[in-house]
């Protein structure tokens, strides 16, 4: 994958590694996400996600229990709802930027075992590089799907990485010490 598609999965998986940890399929983890989305914008991510204003208030009122197939409505409109809240309240940035230190990254470089010898990147090894200053940009660019400007970040990034960068532009994914 591109280094710009990896760095949005990265914060994909900031996001999700910080929610509610409890399955919707549990008591728990259902009455947490219902809790969260219990406010005017956390109902209309409900009905977004496809639940009926009057079911929506028959699972308030403890009247009916969500189905499976409503408690996946429910999963997808908590999570859109933390997403939103995290990128409105500034939280995301903030906990990437780390206070102007930014974050420890590992990049795993691409398997070249099937790339043919006579094609293949001699020594490349994974590498670990400090992301700073970059993350407004990158959350902002997440936000909007827009993979071609978390593409440049990425060639940004990795241009610290000496005569070897481009051997980075393309990877098997990355992770962050957040």
């Known amino acids: 994958m591109t280094g710009g598609q990896a760095l949005a999965g990265e914060i994909d998986r900031?996001?999700?590694a910080h929610g509610i940890?409890?399955?919707v399929t549990s008591r728990r983890g259902l009455n947490a996400r219902l809790r969260y989305l219990?406010?005017?914008?956390g109902r209309t991510a409900l009905?977004?996600?496809g639940a009926g204003a009057r079911t929506i208030r028959d699972w308030y009122a403890g009247r009916t229990a969500p189905s499976r197939a409503s408690r996946e409505k429910i999963d997808a409109a908590y999570w859109e709802r933390r997403r939103a809240n995290?990128?409105?309240s500034g939280q995301l940035k903030r906990y990437f930027d780390n206070d102007g230190r930014g974050v420890r990254m590992e990049i795993y470089a691409v398997d070249q075992t099937n790339v043919p010898e006579k094609y293949r990147r001699p020594n490349v090894q994974d590498r670990s590089i400090q992301a700073r200053y970059v993350w407004d940009d990158a959350v902002d660019a997440w936000e909007a799907g827009d993979t071609?400007?978390?593409d440049e970040i990425w060639d940004d990034l990795i241009a610290d990485l000496d005569s070897d960068w481009i051997a980075y532009a393309y990877v098997a994914?990355?992770?962050?010490s957040a």
Do not use: Y
């Open 47 to 49: 009905r977004e996600a």
């Open 173 to 176: 994914g990355i992770g962050t």
């Open 38 to 41: 219990n406010s005017p914008a």
């Open 21 to 23: 940890a409890s399955p």
């Open 14 to 16: 900031v996001v999700r």
């Open 86 to 88: 995290l990128i409105r």
């Open 148 to 150: 071609g400007t978390l």
